[in-house]
């Protein structure tokens, strides 16, 4: 019988988000941040255990309708091009691919045609 997966935490964020082409580490709010070129694109809020990434508008409603349990917005988050994620719930491939968008919403060309290349 195959092994459950390892529930998602920060350090899975961490190691997702710092393998993309220039991203770094910080702070927003207090808590950890990711950043590609110093503009953010995926953060932990307080509580530790949601994450905030950019998204498309129109997929952030497909994903949320499809998987409200681990997609969700809050009213200060609504008008924006963000979602909210909780890490517990997320499958590891899905926040790969979730992260992996968010960097390339905002990373330079010059870093995402080499990583596409790879």
Do not use: C
């Amino acid at each position: 019988m195959p092994q459950p997966a390892a529930p998602v935490t920060l350090d899975t964020v961490r190691d997702l988000a710092l393998a993309l082409p220039g991203v770094e580490e910080g702070k927003s709010y207090g808590t950890p941040a990711f950043r590609v070129h110093k503009k953010f694109f995926a953060r932990m809020r307080e509580d530790g255990e949601t994450l905030v990434v950019r998204v498309d508008l129109d997929e952030r409603e497909v994903l949320m309708e499809a998987n409200p349990e681990v997609f969700f917005v809050t009213d200060h988050y609504r008008g924006y091009p963000l979602m909210l994620v909780r890490l517990p719930a997320v499958d590891p491939d899905q926040l790969r691919e979730l992260l992996e968008d968010s960097w390339r919403r905002i990373a330079p060309k010059k870093l995402v045609a080499p990583h596409d290349a790879s």
